[in-house]
């Protein structure tokens, strides 16, 4: 999935026709909240409860997520995440593209709309600035889009290695995932983030080469890899490796396998900040 934050007076507009341009599934999210931030009243919200009626799980005012859901398969809901990473890693498996409408905090490709844009606002890369929604050219941000990377999650991968015409001879799944480590000792400074670079395509191809190398192995049928790049923060994921094979001890070898290959052969640098300082990894191995 490939998404995008569009900020500043028109952004909604701007998402309905970007939304239209784009080619498969696109999740289009909205804040839902008054101008001071504070979520939007509820009290208008019927409660059976009042009458006498019998309240399900969906109808209690604390349930956690409601949904609404139709004979034709359309469904409406509300519900809670952590944060809006969250959010985009429940939709990402089953999304081509993302649209976040007045969300700045997000690190991914951004678009400012108003007469003085500041760019400074939101922490991913700004592909474009504009005065109004009228104003942008629409073929340009897809182009932007379409070479970002895009946001990739552990669940993106298994559907992916599911897909595999092998599937119907795999019993196993076995995954690894990467997130970095707060600290290693009780006494170790904090890491606070790591940020990675990669060569454009290098990366890319190395992963592949090795994947497929990993995915001739017999009784092995799909290997999928995918590493982050830019800053990733404490607690956050960093890398999967995901294998489909036959049964749990060639998937078990073969992921393991996978990561180790990784991390010795493909060419990703690692800048690690901490409370006291900032330094390259590579420059103190």
């Known amino acids: 999935m490939r998404p995008i934050s569009i900020v500043g007076d028109g952004a909604a507009t701007l998402a309905r026709r970007l939304a239209d341009r784009l080619d498969g599934r696109v999740a289009v999210v909205e804040r839902d909240d008054d101008p001071n931030g504070a979520p939007e009243s509820d009290s208008t919200r019927s409660d059976p409860a009042a009458d006498g009626g019998v309240v399900g799980p969906a109808q209690r005012s604390g349930a956690d997520t409601a949904v609404a859901f139709d004979a034709d398969g359309n469904w409406r809901g509300r519900g809670s995440v952590e944060g809006f990473d969250d959010l985009l890693d429940g939709l990402a498996p089953d999304h081509d593209y993302l649209l976040a409408v007045g969300e700045p905090r997000l690190r991914v490709p951004a678009v400012l709309l108003g007469s003085d844009p500041d760019p ?23 182009a ?38 707060a600290r290693d000792g009780p006494d170790d400074d904090r890491t606070t983030h790591l940020a990675f670079e990669k060569y454009d395509g290098v990366a890319e191809d190395r992963m592949a080469a090795i994947a497929e190398e990993l995915a001739a192995r017999d009784g092995v049928f799909d290997v999928r890899m995918h590493h982050r790049t830019g800053v990733i923060e404490a607690g956050e994921d960093i890398v999967f490796v995901v294998v489909l094979a036959g049964h749990r001890g060639e998937a078990f070898r073969t992921v393991e396998d996978g990561i ?21 990894v590579h420059r103190r191995d």
């Not at 939101?122 to 941000?141: E, F, K, Q, Y």
């Open 260 to 280: 180790d290959r990784l991390k010795d052969e493909v060419p990703i640098f690692k800048k690690e900040a901490t409370e006291s300082e900032t330094f390259w």
């Open 120 to 142: 400074e606002r939101v922490p991913g890369t700004v592909v474009v600035s504009a005065t109004a929604p009228d104003r942008v050219d629409l073929g340009d941000v897809v």
């Open 144 to 181: 932007d889009l379409d070479s970002a990377e895009p946001w990739i999650t552990r669940e993106t991968l298994v559907r992916r290695a599911e897909a595999s015409p092998d599937a119907d001879r795999a019993g196993a799944i076995a995954t690894f995932t990467g997130r970095v480590r």
